[in-house]
């Protein structure tokens, strides 16, 4: 047995350690070295018993609050995101491309590139997309996640409740931005869309024609329609869009993050909008 030598009166111990008026700090003799053996045995308790939920709910790496002058910096590991919803052709991609500080994330344009290059993925997913399905949630997901980084905008992204929950867990949504459309101007919007395989500008035969006839302006590919903005296929899009994403308004309503926007405006308008929204400016 080692011997240890515990200061007698441990409340004296504490006395002396904190009180200028005692004579121990006067002579200088005070130890707090023989402070801590006092308490050492305690100390060792309530680690021990903290000891399984520290190994249950490990440390986690910058989830702590930084607190810098007046600014209060909460540095936490889920992205922050701003999410689009709206039927298929209601400008989310145009406004995405618009808005900056956002890494834009668009599962539809994450599922063509794959297509593109004949992955596994793209090829078990590209006759759902042609015919204007869903993509299995599991597929999905995981795809998301490898593009996460601290601020992103996800577009087409959740499409379903099953989607916003597992979404839930895994970022802090701080807008959802619904853009709202008639669907008829939709059909007709979407029938005109033409986009740019390279750069994947979008353009409007009607709305915003490319300066030169079917070529991009920014880096002068050909642009194509897509295999899903025949009017058969839109068609269907938007009877999933009802059916599937349409109850997620009223999921992010009750969560108090959602801004319903009148997708019918001038786009340039519609990024004030958001940018208002985002930053906070009303
Ligand atoms: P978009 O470019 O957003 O219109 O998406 C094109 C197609 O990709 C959709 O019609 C779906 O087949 C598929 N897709 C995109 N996002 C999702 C998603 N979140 N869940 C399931 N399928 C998706």
């Given amino acids: ?161 099953v989607q916003a929950e597992w979404l839930q867990d895994k970022v802090h949504i701080s807008q959802v931005f619904f853009f709202d459309v008639d669907v008829e101007k939709l059909v007709h919007r979407l029938t005109n869309r033409r986009v740019c395989p390279s750069c994947k500008s979008v353009y409007n035969l009607v709305s915003k024609p490319p300066l030169k006839a079917l070529t991009c302006d920014k880096c002068t590919t050909p642009l194509i329609q897509r295999a899903d903005d025949v009017e058969e296929v839109i068609r269907n899009r938007m009877r999933v869009y009802q059916l599937e994403t349409a109850p997620l308004i009223e999921f992010y309503d009750k969560k108090g993050v959602l801004t319903k926007l009148d997708a019918s405006k001038d786009p340039d308008e519609i990024m004030h909008l958001i940018q208002d929204k985002i930053f906070k400016r009303v």
């Fill in 1 to 161: 047995m080692i011997p240890i030598v515990y200061g007698e009166r441990p409340f004296t111990e504490i006395y002396k350690y904190f009180s200028f008026r005692h004579k121990s700090f006067r002579r200088k003799t005070f130890a707090p070295q023989q402070l801590f053996l006092n308490f050492a045995p305690f100390l060792g308790i309530l680690f021990f018993c903290w000891l399984p939920t520290l190994v249950k709910n490990p440390p986690q790496p910058g989830k702590y609050v930084l607190s810098i002058g007046q600014e209060t910096m909460k540095k936490d590991p889920h992205p922050n995101a701003v999410v689009f919803i709206g039927p298929p052709g209601s400008g989310k991609g145009t406004q995405a491309e618009k808005l900056k500080g956002f890494q834009h994330i668009s599962t539809g344009d994450l599922l063509r590139a794959e297509i593109q290059k004949q992955t596994p993925l793209g090829l078990s997913c590209k006759e759902k997309i042609e015919k204007g399905e869903m993509v299995p949630d599991s597929l999905i997901s995981s795809l998301i996640e490898s593009h996460f980084s601290p601020k992103i905008l996800l577009d087409g992204y959740p499409r379903t409740v």
